[in-house]
Nanobody
Framework: QVQLVESGGGLVQAGGSLRLSCVASGSTFRINAMGWYRQAPGQQRELVAV???????NYADSVKGRFTISRDGAKNTVFLQMNSLKPEDTAVYYC??????????WGQGTQVTVSS
């Protein structure tokens, strides 16, 4: 099993920046990919960005050029640097991990609120 703990959410004005962090513990040697999803009120959870063990990344079109995902393998931590934030980025952001066994795990979520 893997446990994921997020931090770094908060309230920011439009145009501002936030950096989310997610620390993984447990069977981290089995992690193949990590990433971030988000869920706004009344909306489905959607992919924001993912990064695999080889460092390849994938982003939602809505965040390309504004968000950057990175990973510190030694510390089992994934980061999401969010710049030029917009009110539509307001959501609960969830850390996600995919194991080589194809099991997936989720963090508890962290709230990001962008005011206009």
């Amino acid at each position: 099993q893997v446990q994921l703990v997020e931090s770094g959410g908060g309230l920011v004005q439009a145009g501002g920046s936030l950096r989310l962090s997610c620390v993984a513990s447990g069977s981290t040697f089995r992690i193949n990919a990590m990433g971030w999803y988000r869920q706004a009120p009344g909306q489905q959870r959607e992919l924001v960005a993912v990064i695999n063990s080889g460092g390849s990344t994938n982003y939602a079109d809505s965040v390309k050029g504004r968000f950057t995902i990175s990973r510190d393998g030694a510390k089992n931590t994934v980061f999401l640097q969010m710049n030029s934030l917009k009110p539509e980025d307001t959501a609960v952001y969830y850390c996600w991990s995919l194991l080589i066994t194809l099991s997936t795990y989720w963090g508890q979520g962290t709230q990001v609120t962008v005011s206009s």
